[in-house]
Antibody, heavy 117, light 106 residues
Framework: EVQLVESGGGLVKPGGSLRLSCAASGFTFSSYSMNWVRQAPGKGLEWVSSITSSSRYTYYADSVKGRFTISRDNAKNSLYLQMNSLRAEDTAVYYCARGPIGELDYWGQGTLVTVSS | DIQMTQSPSTLSASVGDRVTITCRASQSISSWLAWYQQKPGKAPKLLIY???SLESGVPSRFSGSGSGTEFTLTISSLQPDDFATYYCQQYNTYSTFGQGTKVAMK
């Protein structure tokens, strides 16, 4: 069974940093591109970032470019999102999702990031 | 950036109704469009990819059509489990989601 479990969310002050993790199991992690997608409270979905299976290519939404860094460790079946210079508007549930940028076929349950003073 | 506009934002329907949701792209995205269903407090679920391909395990009452800039998601006979919010997603150029369409009980 495919499972994606996010962790690392929490309360952080504006300008602070946070690192999210996503532990994958039930599939050959190293064969799949992975993504982060977020959802602000009561709002719609926003694609954040994507990384190819070998980490060769990474992609970012304009809203996070230069502040967030996606990475992965295929030996540990793990996906990461390093978030720096956090702003109030980054407050959201962050989901990791399997697949190329489109066609996200498995999602985790999400981890809540709250940016507030 | 490619903008995705869904209509309507909210739709009231009854069990058994045929439901259609429209998604328009601000420029051509060929068939690089997916549809997702999301229920409150849950992660989205992939329903349709490449505009009209049904994801494995998704009931056949769901169908997608369109290409270029105009797309539709149709539920042929609405079931109690289908009351949810639906999102389209373009992936022709990076990715953008529509704002969502809530299907509510009439």
């Amino acid at each position: 069974e495919v499972q994606l479990v996010e962790s690392g969310g929490g309360l952080v002050k504006p300008g602070g940093s946070l690192r999210l993790s996503c532990a994958a199991s039930g599939f050959t992690f190293s064969s799949y591109s992975m993504n982060w997608v977020r959802q602000a409270p009561g709002k719609g979905l926003e694609w954040v970032s994507s990384i190819t299976s070998s980490s060769r290519y990474t992609y970012y939404a304009d809203s996070v470019k230069g502040r967030f860094t996606i990475s992965r460790d295929n030996a540990k079946n793990s996906l990461y999102l390093q978030m720096n210079s956090l702003r109030a508007e980054d407050t959201a549930v962050y989901y990791c999702a399997r697949g190329p940028i489109g066609e996200l076929d498995y999602w985790g349950q999400g981890t809540l990031v709250t940016v507030s003073s | 950036d490619i903008q995705m506009t869904q209509s309507p934002s909210t739709l009231s329907a009854s069990v058994g109704d045929r439901v259609t949701i429209t998604c328009r792209a601000s420029q051509s995205i060929s068939s690089w469009l997916a549809w997702y269903q999301q229920k409150p407090g849950k992660a989205p679920k992939l329903l349709i990819y490449k505009a009209s391909s049904l994801e494995s395990g998704v009931p056949s009452r769901f169908s997608g059509s369109g290409s270029g800039t105009e797309f539709t998601l149709t539920i042929s006979s609405l079931q109690p489990d289908d009351f949810a919010t639906y999102y389209c997603q373009q992936y022709n150029t990076y990715s953008t989601f529509g704002q969502g369409t809530k299907v509510a009980m009439k």
